[in-house]
DNA sequence: TGCAACGGCGCC
DNA sequence: AAAGGGCGCCGTTGCA
């Protein structure tokens, strides 16, 4: 055991605390010099600082055993006697900020917890009085979650600005209007109401709500980053207004909120436009979703406005204000006010930024209104058949009850199929069957694929037992259920920022009625229907991903295949067994389809061979013949892989960028292999539905999307018009590197989403 | 009793 | 029919 000592100037500008040398600097003898430091290193100097221009120390000294740093008491330590070495130590430094990395350092520093609330906040040191403090994560943290480094960066982008001077300056100050008078908020809004000659102006807006029901509590408002008003509507669970005073804010409220002249910023607008309908109507326009364009610039971080505020401004952390104050009025709504002016700030923040990147139009021609679209589907929602669900949800419990009896008599003993412990102790101890181990996760799995592989191996009555079990209780707990509003509608929420690729996500709305309407098995769509007088037209993208995948490669073979149309996976059978496509086998057929998608993305020849069920040499051989007859599919992987080394980023023909944190590596490729054509597919398909949107009858409505297919509902009447508009929409020609590309566009139409007619003109 | 992590599984 | 990576929801489990 040995004494790390700190390295550096005691006049640096910067100093950094760690926590305690790990295994490699107690046997270099130096701080941050394994691997933990040379990630210190690299994330430092992207934001323009040298770590040799630093000083740099740790809180404890020593390496402790095991690097677990509640050990150190068996080397005599404790963190408060270091804390008060470390102070000593610090009293003979100068600089003006000081690093606190990770959580022990940020609780010794600034008597504050919560590295990842705090971090990247000014503060002010509790330790040595008048010191600036940032804190950020440990870079020892960040190896299982790389990502987060971009946050760290931008933390160390902020050290760097703040270690030239040693005040506390950057520090935004803010006037709110808290506990108004009437007069005041009348006087307030009606001043965010005038235009003062402008043509417009931009209006952030934040509103509190109860967790149970979102009884509106207050609202906060601004026209600028500096000052806002919070407007109570309830104050300790009484009214804050008389009846008639209510009304009249809410006038003025309404008229901001609707008013074309003034551009509405809102961190997650979907939540308030759902909030305040009722009140206000659908709010409009929407000019900016502080959490839509952060999503756009870094899909990969974290998107709370926490985050958001932590990014791109130097307001200090300040969430947990309301809580700790026991939500006191003032000091909730003091937080609804800086909630308000942080997303004013926020959004000026993202607006440069997306310039920059040269993403303004996507943002606002395309993202902000696509957002409007979905949330009038939200609004509108589905129609479900309550009778239906009811009908097959008696009948799967019967199913279920069933095949618990069968499983138990097989077993000789209770088994619970949702229990991974119980089925796995079933199969591996009981019946001592040979394990399975989970592919990605590496640990032993009793998952449906290793049942069936089982069953293959010792056939026995107990494997489908425990399928249909577990398939039946799916149904009846996640599908079968009435999820819908008081009158009969399903409405999920359509979340833009839900995916890092670009896709939409669906979920249950902030009611919790409604569900994901992504996932809805194909067999049991015909819960949804439509309304009376109307049918669905329904839209599927034909092989969107691989059209993509041939038009990126521009491999001439592939996009010929798709350019004559016909069978696709024939005639890649045709290619790879040099074989006439009208003499290709069933077997042929299923394995030159599997190679495509297989290939398409980079699956090992291993996984290959595993998952279909052939040879290590059938399997190598088949990869080796799509790529010989396809060969630009692996110059387009290694043109991404080369552009992942020039700015570890992905960019789409429409302009859609995702940038990668991750370890650099396999699985980084073929995360960004996978991201392209995904990203191409839903931007086609939902630049398509806006200009569809635009074009709609009035009785129509867009209904939902599962990312290759679309949902809208029109009068039967209608159907026609609607069904055109949507074809020519969506097979308008793209251009992919200098090459036009038409996606085709199947679409069936039917009374619910199940049972679906092929569409010719009525 | 409530919460988070986890395994599992539905869809593309 | 599955796989590549991408989601959200469910029940169980273990902990506070």
Excluded at 31 to 53: E, H, M, W
Aim: proline residues 4%.
């Amino acid at each position: 055991m040995r004494k790390v000592p700190s390295v550096g100037r005691l006049d640096s500008s910067i100093v950094i605390v760690g926590i305690a040398p790990n295994k490699e600097d107690d046997m270099v003898g130096m701080p941050f010099v394994g691997s933990q430091g040379t990630l210190l290193r690299q994330l430092l100097k992207s934001a323009g600082i040298d770590f040799n221009d630093c000083y740099v120390t740790n809180l404890v000294k020593y390496h402790p055993p095991h690097n677990d740093i509640k050990r150190i008491k068996e080397l005599g330590l404790s963190i408060e006697k270091c804390a008060v070495e470390l102070k000593e130590e610090l009293s003979h430094t100068t600089a003006n900020v000081i690093i606190a990395l990770g959580e022990i350092p940020l609780q010794v520093l600034t008597s504050k917890e919560g590295i990842g609330n705090y971090r990247g906040s000014i503060l002010q040191s509790t330790l040595l009085q008048e010191r600036k403090i940032i804190p950020t994560y440990h870079p020892g943290s960040l190896f299982h979650q790389m990502s987060l480094s971009a946050l760290v960066m931008s933390d160390f982008k902020r050290v760097f600005i703040e270690s030239k001077f040693p005040d506390f300056r950057s520090i935004p100050k803010r006037n709110f209007l808290i506990r108004p008078s009437y007069s005041q908020t009348i006087n307030y809004l009606n001043d965010i109401l005038s235009l003062d000659g402008k043509e417009f102006k931009k209006v952030s807006f934040d509103i509190e709500t109860t967790r149970i029901n979102q009884t509106i509590l207050c609202m906060g408002i601004s026209d600028n980053k500096d000052s806002a008003i919070c407007v109570p509507i309830f104050d300790r669970g009484k009214n804050y207004w008389t009846f008639e005073q209510e009304v009249e804010i809410w006038k003025l409220f309404k008229a901001i909120l609707t008013s074309p002249h003034h551009y509405k910023i809102m961190q997650n607008a979907q939540f308030e436009m759902d909030c305040l309908f009722d009140v206000v109507g659908e709010i409009t326009p929407v000019y900016l979703d502080t959490m839509i364009g952060h999503h756009l610039l870094y899909s990969e971080l974290p998107k709370s406005l926490d985050t958001l505020c932590s990014i791109y401004t130097n307001e200090p952390y300040y969430k947990n204000e309301a809580k700790e104050a026991n939500y006191k009025s003032e000091v909730f709504w003091t937080y609804n006010c800086k909630d308000v002016c942080v997303t004013f700030e926020v959004a000026e923040a993202i607006e440069k930024e997306i310039a920059e990147a040269n993403l303004t139009p996507f943002l606002h021609g395309y993202q902000m209104p696509l957002l409007k679209v979905l949330w009038q589907s939200s609004h509108f929602g589905v129609n479900l058949d309550k009778s239906k669900v009811k009908e097959l949800n008696e009948y799967y419990l019967i199913e279920v009850d069933k095949w618990q009896k069968c499983l138990n008599v097989l077993a000789g003993k209770e088994v619970n199929v949702g229990s991974s412990q119980q089925v796995s102790k079933l199969l591996y101890q009981d019946m001592k069957l040979p394990q399975s181990i989970h592919r990605k996760t590496g640990k032993i799995t009793s998952d449906n694929e290793a049942i069936e592989r089982l069953n293959k191996l010792h056939p026995h009555p107990i494997f489908e037992s425990i399928l249909k079990n577990r398939e039946y209780k799916k149904i009846v707990s996640t599908y079968t259920k009435d999820m819908s509003d008081s009158d009969g509608r399903v409405r999920c929420n359509w979340v833009i920022t839900g995916t890092e690729t670009g896709r939409l996500s669906s979920r249950k709305n902030i009611r919790k009625t409604g569900c994901n309407l992504q996932n809805i098995p194909k067999h049991l769509r015909d819960i949804f229907v439509s309304d009376d007088g109307c049918s669905f037209v329904v839209g599927d993208l034909s092989q969107v991903e691989a059209r993509f995948v041939a038009w990126l490669s521009n491999d001439v073979n592939l996009k010929n295949l798709f350019k004559k149309g016909g069978k696709i996976h024939s005639q890649v059978a045709s290619w790879i067994y040099k074989t006439p496509v009208d003499l290709i086998s069933p077997g042929q057929y299923a394995k030159a389809k599997s190679v495509v998608h297989g290939a398409n993305y980079d699956m090992g020849y291993r996984t290959f061979a595993q998952t279909s069920g052939i040879s290590i040499t059938e399997s190598q051989w088949l990869l080796n013949q799509y790529h010989n007859n396809f060969p630009m599919i692996k110059m387009w992987h290694q043109s991404i892989i080369d552009q992942l080394r020039r700015n570890r980023m992905t960019t789409s023909p429409f302009g859609r960028r995702r940038l990668f944190f991750g370890w650099w590596g396999d699985s980084l490729f073929k995360e960004a292999y996978a991201t392209v054509p995904q990203a191409c597919a839903v931007d086609l398909l939902c630049m398509a539905i806006l200009r569809v949107y635009y074009q709609l009858p009035p009785s129509a409505i867009i209904l939902l999307q599962v990312h290759d297919e679309i949902v809208i509902q029109c009068k039967d009447e209608d159907v026609n018009i609607v069904a055109s508009l949507f074809k020519k929409e969506v097979e308008k020609p793209i251009i992919v590197n200098g090459d036009s590309l038409i996606i085709p566009l199947d679409i069936k139409v039917g009374k619910n989403w199940k049972e679906l007619e092929e569409w010719t003109w009525i």
